[in-house]
């Protein structure tokens, strides 16, 4: 048995697109995939991309296997940054709400920094800011 020869047959298998499945070719480019449906692409434009690309797949192919990719990452944990300590916490005033940044429809805030999702999932919103907003954004 020669093990080097071995293992460079299955990387080669492993490469081979032909011989892989749709599923292990999507999982090859699940973080663009992931990239582009958080930016607002409509699934079918994504499928219709992959298609072009060499991938097909029908749409219900493509959402059964984006759903069981996502299933085998898992979600994250997610520990907090500070413990809250309930006596120190002081109600917020509606004053000192935190201003609205108003985002072009074209671009895309990213971040990998785990800490950042912490903040927005501790954070609590402002309601009323936010009804503000929604009026005047054309329907």
């Given amino acids: 048995?020669?093990?080097?020869?071995?293992?460079?047959?299955?990387?080669?298998?492993?490469?081979?697109?032909?011989?892989?499945?749709?599923?292990?070719?999507?999982?090859?480019?699940?973080?663009?995939?992931?990239?582009a449906l958080a930016a607002g692409v409509p699934r079918s434009s994504v499928v219709e991309e992959l298609a072009a690309q060499g991938?097909?797949?029908?749409l219900a192919t493509f959402e059964t296997t984006l759903k069981r990719i996502?299933?085998?990452?898992g979600?994250?944990?997610?520990?907090?940054i500070a413990p809250v300590i309930p006596s120190q916490e002081k109600p917020a005033k509606q004053?000192?709400?935190?201003?609205?940044?108003?985002?072009e429809s074209d671009s895309v805030i990213t971040s990998h920094n785990p800490a950042d999702l912490d903040k927005i999932i501790g954070s609590k919103p402002d309601l009323a800011a936010l009804a503000k907003l929604a009026k005047r954004k054309p329907k």
């Fill in 1 to 35: 048995m020669d093990r080097k020869a071995i293992a460079e047959r299955l990387r080669a298998l492993a490469s081979d697109d032909k011989k892989r499945s749709k599923a292990a070719r999507l999982r090859d480019v699940i973080d663009d995939v992931e990239t």
């Fill in 55 to 58: 991938l097909q797949m029908s």
């Fill in 70 to 73: 996502r299933q085998k990452r």
């Fill in 75 to 80: 979600k994250p944990q997610i520990t907090p």
């Fill in 95 to 103: 004053s000192e709400a935190p201003p609205i940044v108003e985002l």
